[in-house]
């Protein structure tokens, strides 16, 4: 199983981002996909995550209203939308996929089985 993300950056505050992550190797449909971000000398923190089958969204506080994800099935990607981002949104940015997960574990890292190699995703002031 392989997890590949892109589309990071540099962009100013209030701009937008759309970061991807192409997945190959298993049957992507029945893993939950996340995002996570880890900022230089932070914790590994959840971002937002969508269930396996597509019928559940989850987002951490600071980024609704903000960061839509999404995930077509057909082409094994997920994707996550960022609008009017901000300088605390810097971070390389992860996505993850986890088989059939319940709504219980899909925040904690430790509940994704795969892990895709980061993104940069850089904020300027």
């Known amino acids: 199983v392989q997890l590949q993300a892109s589309g990071g950056g540099l962009v100013q505050a209030g701009g937008s981002l759309r970061l991807s992550c192409a997945a190959s190797?298993?049957?992507?449909?029945?893993?939950?996909m996340g995002w996570f971000r880890q900022a230089p000398g932070k914790e590994r923190e959840f971002v937002t995550a969508?269930?396996?089958?597509?019928?559940?969204?989850y987002y951490t506080d600071s980024v609704k209203g903000r960061f839509t994800i999404s995930r077509d099935n057909a082409k094994n990607t997920v994707y996550l939308q960022m609008n009017s981002l901000k300088p605390e949104d810097t971070a390389v940015y992860y996505c993850?996929?986890?088989?059939?997960?319940?709504?219980?574990?899909?925040?904690?890292?430790?509940?994704?089985?795969?892990w895709g190699q980061g993104t940069q995703v850089t904020v300027s002031s």
């Open positions: 993850a996929a986890g088989l059939r997960l319940i709504a219980s574990m899909i925040r904690f890292p430790t509940s994704y089985d795969y």
């Open positions: 190797g298993h049957t992507f449909s029945s893993y939950a």
């Open positions: 969508i269930r396996w089958s597509g019928g559940g969204t």
